[in-house]
């Protein structure tokens, strides 16, 4: 039985038994699509790789290595990227999205939160809201786990493998490909915000991002000159398949340059600050209210639950303390 012929057989929840939405729980949820709309500006970009180059652009090739997709270490790095400067509080930190990894969401929530429940309703209803940001979190989370899922079988795996991530974070060198994989999801981060507006206006050619690849490269000094066969197979490594149309390019001017890496930092800075806010991919707070509107009086009892049986997240302590 496929997903869509469960959802027929499972009773809809109606309009009588959800819980009304408080007028500060709705601006909550407003506040939250603002929020992911603007950090995450290629949310809407299609196809669907492009999201994922996207997303694999926030954490730098040249930091991950071939593990650029893993689960968990990508988490780790968020958090020693951008938590406080306390080293007990970071891996404490470390320790509790570790923990929660672990615990995968049940895929009949899953279910829950992307089942449509506005959309008999009228445009900019606090359901069609519920129904628009149900469907976000999920995806972020989706684009968040694209590698390996973070699955210990016991203790002793659950902390050699976060000391092997931590240890890979701090040993890993760079080669040259990884460098030349950065530069590529750079290029096109650039390229899309600047030139493209996520797919509104197309997709940029193979050919456009390699040439501004090498422009990039050369700009801080590292190799490009590789042959036309290892050009093809780093260009597979980055995420780009057939989905992105071929063509060739010459290299760009200085100004294109410095335009690109102009709109790929500032697309950049957006989606560090939601990371900086989420330790990566934690939307707690917005799940526990999409979970309690869509899923009436048992389903808020059993969010609060599952809120207060959550560890808290760490705070900095004052230089007093």
């Known amino acids: 039985m496929n997903k869509k012929e469960k959802r027929k057989q499972r009773p809809r929840t109606t309009p009588e038994e959800r819980i009304a939405l408080t007028p500060e729980k709705e601006e909550a949820l407003r506040g939250a699509e603002d929020a992911l709309r603007k950090d995450f500006p290629w949310f809407d970009a299609q196809p669907e790789e492009a999201r994922r180059v996207a997303m694999r652009a926030t954490f730098p090739r040249s930091v991950a290595g071939p593990k650029q997709d893993d689960q968990l270490l990508r988490r780790i790095y968020v958090i020693k990227q951008y938590g406080c400067e306390d080293a007990e509080l970071v891996r404490l930190a470390i320790v509790e999205t570790a923990n929660c990894i672990v615990a995968p969401r049940d895929p009949k929530e899953e279910e829950l939160l992307t089942e449509e429940l506005g959309k008999d309703e009228p445009s900019g209803s606090a359901y069609r809201l ?10 972020l989370h989706k684009l968040s786990d694209l590698g390996t899922p973070f699955q210990p079988k016991n203790d002793y795996e659950f902390f050699s493998l976060i000391a092997q991530d931590l240890k890979h974070l701090d040993t890993y060198k760079p080669r040259a490909g990884d460098y030349a994989v ?3 999801q750079k290029a096109f981060v650039g390229l899309m915000q600047s030139k493209y507006h996520w797919g509104k206006k197309g997709l940029p050619p193979k050919g456009d991002v390699r040439a501004m ?6 700009e801080h000094g590292r190799r490009s000159d590789f042959s036309k066969a290892y050009w093809s197979e780093l260009l597979q490594r980055a995420g780009f398949g057939d989905w992105l149309p071929a063509g060739h390019a010459g290299r760009p001017s200085k100004a294109a340059l410095d335009e690109n890496i102009k709109a790929e930092r500032k697309c950049m800075a957006l989606v560090n600050q939601e990371l900086r806010k989420t330790h990566g991919t934690d939307w707690s707070a917005t799940w526990d209210i999409l979970r309690a509107a869509r899923g009436g009086k048992s389903e808020y009892r059993r969010s609060e639950l599952d809120r207060s049986a959550m560890p808290a997240q760490p705070k900095k302590r004052h230089q007093s303390e």
Request: net charge negative; glycine share 6%; no cysteine.
């Open 213 to 218: 690849a090498e422009a990039r490269l050369k």
């Open 182 to 184: 950065e530069a590529l």
């Open 130 to 139: 519920v129904d628009e940001l149900g469907k976000m979190v999920s995806e």
